[in-house]
């Protein structure tokens, strides 16, 4: 099934709102808050593309979550480098086929999680950027993921 099979074709519809409401059916569109960007990179990809795909993903819509959040920037700056050490040290270790992961911001940390390594999180004397998830993030840890490995995540204060 294709989208277009399942999406009737007049949709959107082309016919216009009744007048007056065009601006507040806008407006109630404009005013969803979304929060959380989620992302698979399937197993032909390398750990160096991941970290790129990763990144642009979150480039693009964490900037949006922050608005308004005093020291956005470095906050945005700092979950990047987070996500780019998450995403190749779980991209060099996979439980499974695809890297999936989280960027999520509850108005106070940025979360950033990364799923399924096959192992434990290593040491950073193993994986020395881990020293930079470790100095920049306020809580590390890892859980069990649904895909038979584990989640690592970081939380980054806003």
Known sequence: ????DAVPHNWPSQHAAP????DTALERL???????????????????????RAGAMVALSLPLFLE??????????????????????TARNKAGLDLVGRVAFDGAHVTVSVGDMGCPLPAPET???LYLVHR???EVG????????????????A
């Open 1 to 4: 099934m294709t989208i277009s």
């Open 19 to 22: 007048a007056g409401e065009e």
């Open 127 to 129: 994986e020395p950027g």
């Open 136 to 138: 920049v993030a306020v």
């Open 142 to 157: 890892q859980y069990a993921g649904n895909m038979g490995g584990r989640v690592t995540w970081a939380a980054v204060a």
């Open 68 to 89: 308004g959040t005093p020291g956005a920037e470095e906050t945005c700056a700092a979950a990047q480098a987070v996500l780019t050490e998450l995403v190749d040290v």
């Open 30 to 52: 404009l005013s969803v808050e979304i929060s959380s960007v989620d992302f698979a990179i399937g197993p032909e990809v390398s750990p160096l593309e991941a970290m790129e």
